[in-house]
């Protein structure tokens, strides 16, 4: 019972560590947004009291699991004195066979836990800031399934919304301006130029509408963002032709 104790305990811990290498990486990611203004404080909040409360759950298991190993190396003592001086029926080996098959169960678990901590860690030859995270620990992915999505820091465009009577003005290559807010409500202002419009109108997200009540529809422009403008991700960038 003290070995089945043991794992027991040790798949707990594992389980929260799995679960507590997730949640630092949600946090970093979150840091880097907020920074950004791009998620709310209370999101930032959420995941780092969950993260405190593990580790502390993790923590108080630790010196369990300490406990349990003591015992467990005093009981193996026990019965190695005993089997030298006793013989040991064949029947106790029949009614220990269900708890060794149980202690099997728990260190296959075992196995599996680190593998799953061993596949948090992400390989890829790819640079930049991680924006959204699809899948949490325990959870399955198809072939081709998203995992997580990672932008550029600067981003290389921006997507402007045109009414019906400004697309006609606009081609592939038309001059723009593109002006960001800075801080102290100062803008900086530069130069730029149509990519691509889109063939149909689309609704654009709802910030963008002047009424919050009423939907808007617009033709999607895709503007180059100069790379001097300092634009960050999720940052609103104001457009006008030039």
Known sequence: MNRLKELEIAALIET???RLEFLRLQMAVLSKLQAQQTVSNLTSREAEAECRAIEKSVQENEKTLAQARLDLAQARQRQEAFEKNHVVPQQVDQVLEPLRAAITVQERLMEELGIRREML???????????QVWLGPGE???IGEP????VSPRPFAVVAYATADQVGLLESGSPVRSQVARDGGDRQSKGSHVVAIG???EKPPTQLWR???VPEWGWPVKIAVPPTLGVLCGQMVGVCRR
Do not use: Y
């Open 147 to 150: 995992v997580l999505t990672v």
């Open 121 to 131: 860690v992400l390989k890829s030859p790819m640079d930049g800031v991680v924006q």
């Open 16 to 18: 929260d560590r799995v």
């Open 211 to 213: 009424n919050p009540t």
């Open 199 to 201: 063939p149909m109108a």
């Open 140 to 142: 399955s992915a198809w």
